[in-house]
């Protein structure tokens, strides 16, 4: 808050704004052609996995955490990262732990669903993030008017931004835990990132480096689409590498930073981070995060803000940092039903809580796919589809309007389906749609 109300003007110096230098971005290529060592379970006992699940479900019209909402054969993000690490555990015989950062509003439901993961090969710990106070625009004061949760005070606390991560692990005694356990980095990312799963050479590169030039950090990286621009970038700022973020770019340069050109690449917010470097960092209160300042406004029409924090900003406190431009497979993220109708689909084949491109798709493009308002609700959403269509030869759709699908259909190409208001289409099953516009009104009913 402090720093908030001592900081004017823009965060960065545009003109002080360079492309990284090419050795601080590697090709995850470069970095696979290590290869692998005999012993990567001894690397992997110096691993504990982190995941960011402060987030609820509600932009896709679910109650509780977001983690909880099922993606797969029943399976919600929660039982996918067990499954995953779980696996890593058995085939290497390691013991990777798993971490769970929670806000106040998804700790106590996900700890009562904790139970059911007991019998797994996976120690499982949670810890919790601040809970902030909302600040009035006008007055600049806490608009709580105690520190309970109850009644008009439940919209007067907000959790600072997964930035928080580094305070709050070191506060609730878990770093040094797992410091004395061993354990030297964390590999964080979303838990609603279905691609961030444990890369053991990325795990190999950090393990392997002499050490007076130990990378404490990486950020994957991956390319941008025309679906990225709001994306993150990676820039170099006074000799550091530091995270850009659309927030802090003034205004007058948001078309250039949303430019694939001069931006080329995004973070992922997958991060392997050194442990004893968080300490230091801690201890010495070197860590500088920018503050993203998140205008709101309530129910009431109150204006509020919440400043808060970015986990990759604190990138340019760590040594020997690392930009790794990994594979578009390793960004998964499931924020829409859209993204949903993807992971749900024949696209993607489950391996042991991974998610993997099918083999029998040609392009190693995932398809655009943009759902209308009648799908943005999970449950909504999957009342609309008899059975997931096959979209393995899909480039690109849109759906917009009352729309359902029977059982069985195929979609190739670009389809496009509007049903204007007050009309609806039921495709039918057993469709093949290649490269069509299908609008007007199509009822089919049970006879």
């Not at 205004?251 to 992922?268: L, M, P, Q, R």
């Amino acid at each position: 808050f402090l720093i908030f109300l001592q900081v004017k003007g823009p965060a960065v110096d545009w003109a002080k704004i360079n492309r990284p230098p090419e050795d601080s971005i590697q090709p995850y290529e470069k970095i696979k052609t290590k290869g692998l060592p005999e012993n990567i379970a001894a690397s992997l006992n110096k691993l504990a996995v982190v995941k960011l699940n402060g987030g609820l479900g509600t932009s896709m019209g679910c109650k509780g955490p977001k983690s909880l909402i099922s993606v797969r054969n029943e399976n919600t993000f929660l039982d996918l990262t067990v499954q995953q690490i779980e696996h890593l555990n058995k085939t290497f015989n390691a013991d990777v732990p798993l971490v769970l950062m929670n806000s106040f509003n998804t700790d106590e439901d996900t700890k009562k669903i904790l139970q059911k993961y007991k019998h797994h090969r996976v120690n499982i710990h949670t810890f919790n993030q601040s809970r902030y106070p909302r600040i009035n625009k006008e007055s600049l004061l806490p608009i709580a008017k105690n520190m309970g949760m109850n009644g008009e005070n439940g919209e007067a606390w907000y959790p600072p931004g997964h930035g928080d991560i580094y305070a709050s692990f070191a506060n609730c005694g878990l770093l040094d835990k797992l410091l004395a356990e061993g354990k030297e980095y964390i590999f964080v990312s979303n838990i609603d990132n279905l691609g961030a799963t444990v890369d053991l050479f990325i795990l190999h590169h950090l393990m392997s480096q002499p050490a007076d030039r130990r990378c404490e950090f990486i950020m994957e990286v991956t390319d941008k689409t025309r679906a990225d621009v709001k994306g993150g970038t990676l820039i170099q700022y006074e000799n550091h590498l530091r995270l850009l973020e659309i927030a802090q770019v003034p205004k007058a340069h948001v078309d250039e930073f949303k430019s694939v050109t001069k931006f080329k690449i995004f973070n992922t917010n997958n991060l392997w981070i050194s442990l004893p470097a968080i300490k230091r960092l801690q201890e010495q209160n070197a860590m500088e995060l920018e503050i993203i300042v998140n205008p709101k406004t309530l129910d009431g029409g109150l204006n509020v803000i919440q400043l808060e924090t970015a986990v990759g900003a604190a990138i340019k406190s760590f040594n020997n940092a690392l930009g790794v431009n990994v594979p578009r497979s390793r960004f998964l993220p499931v924020k829409t039903s859209s993204d949903l109708l993807l992971v749900m689909s024949n696209l993607y084949s489950l391996d042991a809580g991974s998610l993997t491109m099918s083999k029998k798709r040609e392009f190693p493009s995932t398809p655009h796919v943009k759902l209308g308002s009648s799908f943005t609700k999970v449950q909504e959403f999957l009342s609309r589809f008899e059975s997931i269509p096959d979209m393995l030869e899909l480039d690109h759709l849109t759906v917009s309007g009352d729309v359902t699908f029977g059982k069985n259909v195929s979609l190739k190409g670009t389809v496009i389906i509007i049903a204007n208001h007050g009309d609806r289409i039921d495709i039918p099953a057993g469709a093949m749609l290649e490269n069509k516009i299908v609008s007007g009104n199509l009822r089919i009913l049970d006879h």
